[in-house]
């Protein structure tokens, strides 16, 4: 094997959020213990547990204030659906990056229950798993990379065409051979 | 069969680009290993005990003479001269150097084949029945629904990263040739009342150490609700499959702990949410599939052909080789062919570029341009006219093709075992190859009849021990090979797993052991008619395992 070693620099990754292919440099969302009291005015991501107990006290708060929930990778969508309408963002966890069901998550969201607000991709978020990530439903990544927003680039624009509908907006390959008979 | 349009193509293409450029990334050193691991799982390109191993995906087992040339090309000038076809009708190039894969993969993808989702846990190569479109007793060629399943499979968004890998088999005979009750999806295609295409679907079967046969499900599936059903089914498994432990992770499991009428109920919950959606498959989609698949021009060829019967009657190495080889076929004065790749001595299911080269030849004379690749490690030629088996067989015997085992003793399967898996215990091969030369005698193996035995170098199952008619299992004890034997499994329509006899053996006790359970059927069985299994399940397990052990 004529392969070198990695310099100890290649293990430098870096975590940056992603929106729209760039990094958003001020977040305003912030993660709310489930012991600390709400702050007025600020956009908050909190536990289902949370949610499920305070949630529209959290989203009416006097001086405002959007409401974000954080979805762990061993719990259910639906036991959130009837809350949807009080978040403006959901936030998926990856445990690892070898964990998938944030995916089946994130078109839950999408297609079935019409979420129409940011779908946000945290925790062990890699560039693999980012063009897959778009093609779920996702719009906000934490992404983990050497150089993060080249890495979403490169991965976003792997392949012009797709062979599944998903929650994107994509076509699938069977759908446009149906269009345009060749 | 099959041939990419402008989509497909360009899929395949970007996918080898990417590669391109990750390869480059590792090769300058600017990736680690351990970074370097996901992406190549993704590729099909694992790092095995002495090497890189590449496996290359060969959707249901079809190639067309150009991609089996191109498979020679590749085991020629990147390999060692030769290449490993698989139990997933897959095939293995064992020593790629890793600077060289993404030529490999462009080659590839020059003749519409790549290695994309060949490891990794996501949906694998779709296998099917090594007989589709030239069997008797189909209902209709199950490989446009492969096709279909295929392309829904690839780069799956939501599927690329699920519990553990998952394989779907399909088959549209009475016979089951696909194994379909030991996949994690298993598929028959049947046709309804109205003559339309509807599954039977089996999940939860599977091998590896705790083999399980699928439970049927569903029964009447119409084909254009396939996708959102086969959607349902991942989606509840990737939602509820285990993901703590890599050997509970698979779908079995799940199907096991829920009960197959639960699972079977969450799956038809999600479906009905799901099944008049963008899934839907259009019909003029499946049409166009089909009509790839169209029967070739077959010659209206009498039933009889003179020349076929008097070589027949002349020649008695043609005669043995056609009665094993030779399979009936759905049209008349046609008959489909298994090239071995068992000869006796050799490794099950390596052959060399000179060999591919010669198959290819034949398939393009012969039949229709088209080869086939089945799980039994062998190669198959489906469409020859009976008028020329002769010449097909004289020109396969050249290449030492011709060895007339299939369905016989000598017609093993094998995993590659410790010769060059880091997961095996113990070797498989030299086993195989003891076991093959024990009974290298092609007329004792004809005289005994339909007998499979399958090896596993671990408890993996590779070598699908737990379906073989005798089944062996390599344990290591204590640093030193011992085989365990099995009895009584079998992989179609009466899908049963073996039974594990006793305690193992050493590898050198492995063939007269053998010997002695083949010596034990001879001894009981009504005629000759009786095969091996047919008589097992009449007499049971008990007179067998007093031979395996009488010394």
């Not at chain 2, 939860?204 to 119409?222: E, Q, V, W």
Request: with cysteine; glycine share 8%.
């Amino acid at each position: 094997m004529r392969v070198k070693p990695a310099p100890p620099r290649a293990n430098a990754y870096f975590t940056a959020l992603i929106r729209g292919g760039a990094v958003v440099k001020d977040d305003p969302w912030a993660p709310l213990d489930d012991a600390a009291p709400a702050p007025d005015g600020a956009d908050v991501i909190v536990s289902t547990r949370r949610l499920l107990a305070e949630g529209p006290a959290l989203a009416r708060r006097p001086l405002g204030g959007r409401l974000g929930v954080r979805i762990e990778a061993n719990e259910a969508v639906e036991a959130v659906a009837d809350h949807l309408p009080l978040l403006a963002l959901v936030a998926v966890n990856f445990p690892a990056f070898r964990d998938g069901r944030g995916f089946t998550t994130a078109r839950l969201l999408r297609e079935r229950y019409r979420f129409a607000g940011e779908v946000r991709a945290v925790g062990d978020v890699l560039q693999d798993m980012v063009f897959f990530l778009l093609r779920c439903g996702f719009d906000a990544l934490e992404l983990k990379a050497q150089d993060p927003e080249a890495a979403f680039a490169q991965a976003a624009r792997a392949f012009t065409h797709v062979y599944q509908p998903a929650a994107d907006a994509r076509p699938a390959a069977f759908a446009l051979r149906a269009e345009n008979p060749s | 069969m099959y041939r990419y349009d402008a989509y497909d193509q360009s899929l395949v293409a970007e996918r080898a680009a990417q590669f391109r450029e990750q390869v480059g990334r590792r090769v300058r050193g600017e990736l680690s290993e351990d970074q370097f691991k996901p992406l190549r799982l993704m590729n099909g390109l694992y790092l095995q005990l002495h090497a890189y191993m590449l496996r290359v995906s060969i959707p249901y087992g079809v190639l067309s003479s150009g991609q089996l040339e191109k498979l020679a090309h590749i085991a020629r000038v990147y390999d060692k001269g030769y290449g490993h076809f698989t139990t997933r009708q897959n095939i293995q190039f064992n020593w790629p150097k890793l600077q060289d894969v993404p030529d490999i993969l462009d080659e590839l993808a020059s003749v519409e084949m790549h290695a994309i989702q060949t490891s990794g846990n996501c949906i694998r190569n779709i296998t099917s029945d090594h007989f589709a479109g030239a069997a008797e007793d189909e209902v209709e060629d199950p490989r446009p629904w492969c096709e279909i399943i295929r392309q829904w499979s690839t780069l799956h968004p939501e599927f690329s990263f699920l519990p553990r890998k998952f394989k779907i088999a399909v088959t549209a005979g009475a016979t089951d040739r696909a194994a379909v009750r030991l996949h994690d999806i298993g598929l028959h295609l049947k046709h309804d009342g109205a003559g339309r295409a509807v599954f039977d679907v089996f999940v939860g079967g599977g091998m590896g150490r705790t083999p399980f046969i699928g439970s049927l499900i569903k029964t009447g599936l119409p084909g254009e609700h396939l996708l959102s059903y086969l959607e349902a089914c991942l989606r509840v498994y990737n939602r509820y499959g285990r993901r703590d432990n890599i050997y509970k992770a698979r779908i079995k499991i799940l199907v096991q702990s829920l009960g197959p009428a639960e699972y079977a109920r969450q799956v038809e919950a999600e479906w009905e949410a799901i099944r008049d959606g963008a899934l839907t498959l259009p019909e003029a989609e499946i049409a166009r599939i089909r009509a790839y698949f169209a029967p070739p021009p077959f010659k209206s060829a009498p039933e009889q052909s003179a020349v076929f019967e008097k070589a027949l009657a002349e020649d008695a190495a043609f005669a043995r080789w056609a009665r094993a080889n030779v399979h009936r076929h759905r049209a008349t004065g046609y008959a489909s062919v298994t090239v071995s790749l068992k000869a006796i001595g050799e490794t099950p299911g390596d052959a060399s570029a000179d060999q591919m080269e010669a198959v290819a030849a034949l398939a393009r004379e012969f039949s229709f341009d088209e080869a086939r690749v089945t799980h039994e490690q062998n190669l198959v030629l489906p469409h020859v006219e009976r008028e020329a088996l002769r010449e097909v067989w004289a020109r396969l015997d050249a290449h030492r093709l011709a060895t007339p085992n299939a369905g016989l003793v000598s017609d093993i399967i094998a995993c590659p075992g410790l010769d060059y898996c880091d997961l095996a215990n113990t070797r498989s091969i030299p086993v195989a190859q003891a076991i093959a030369e024990t009974f290298a005698d092609l007329d004792a193996q004809a005289h005994i009849g339909e007998l499979k035995i399958k090896i596993s170098g671990c408890i993996n199952a590779c070598g699908h021990h737990h379906v073989g008619h005798i089944g062996i299992l390599g344990v290591d004890k204590q640093g030193e090979e011992f085989y365990q034997i099995l009895l009584g499994g079998r992989a179609d329509e009466n899908a049963r797993l073996a039974s594990i006899s006793g305690k193992g053996l050493p590898a050198s006790a492995i063939p007269g052991a053998i010997k002695r359970v083949v010596d034990a059927y001879l001894a009981l069985r009504t005629d000759e008619n009786e095969r091996f299994i047919a008589a097992f399940e009449r007499v049971g397990a008990a007179p067998f395992e007093e031979a395996l052990y009488a010394s």
